[in-house]
């Protein structure tokens, strides 16, 4: 899966000239945590929520109401939004920019076409995605079990499932306890839970979990 796939559009911009008041109200109302600053239809900055507050004053401040919306006024984008934007393409591979994000630290990055944003992907639109890898919305029997990570374990697993007519509405794969095997959790319809588990036990290391879910 791609990044042009997943991102949201049209994107919301702001201007390097614009009060963070007004953005921060702007923020409010798209209900959105962070957007691109464009000037004159390039790219130059990216401001989020978080950048924003931390310009704002204190709650605790003794200033009056009128103080504070002067002073707030005052208070361009420009001087809080990050310079260095990192980015991505349309064509980036979802999970590279989940990396991107998770080693720096970020909730966003702006997507590209040629020298123009053409969406932004968050880490919202990532939650969305697990949701779906994981069959979070689906009822379901939701297994996690250890496997041997070698070739063909994971086709017996399935295997077996699908024989005894069981439909596999989700599957994910992740790093096991020990470096020779791999915790692989599924969600199956079809089949009680003593159905599966009667499938699969022989074929697997062992059974962490099974329910069923909804």
Do not use: C, H
Not at 67 to 72: P, S, T
Not at 169 to 198: C, H, M, Y
């Amino acid at each position: 899966m791609l990044v042009g796939e997943r991102m949201s559009y049209p994107v919301i911009s702001i201007s390097p000239d614009m009060p963070i008041i007004d953005v921060l109200n702007l923020m409010k109302r798209e209900r959105i945590r962070r957007t691109p600053v464009i000037r004159d239809g390039k790219l130059v900055g990216i401001v989020s929520d978080k950048d924003l507050l931390n310009a704002s004053p204190s709650p605790a401040t003794s200033l009056s109401i009128w103080e504070l919306n002067y002073l707030l006024s005052k208070i361009k984008v420009s001087d809080v939004m990050t310079k260095k934007v990192l980015t991505v393409t349309e064509d980036t591979p979802i999970e590279e920019a989940a990396r991107i994000m998770a080693d720096n630290k970020i909730g966003g990055l702006p997507v590209m076409r040629a020298d123009q944003v053409v969406g932004i992907i968050t880490e919202t639109d990532l939650f969305k995605m697990f949701l779906e890898l994981m069959g979070a919305r689906e009822a379901g029997v939701r297994t996690t079990v250890l496997v041997l990570d070698q070739p063909g374990q994971l086709a017996k697993l399935t295997g077996a499932i699908a024989r005894q007519g069981g439909n596999i509405i989700a599957f994910s794969q992740f790093t096991g306890k020990d470096p020779w095997n791999r915790q692989v959790t599924l969600k199956v319809t079809g089949l009680t839970e003593e159905q599966v588990r009667s499938e699969i036990e022989s074929l697997v290391e062992k059974i962490l979990d099974i329910r069923s879910s909804s």
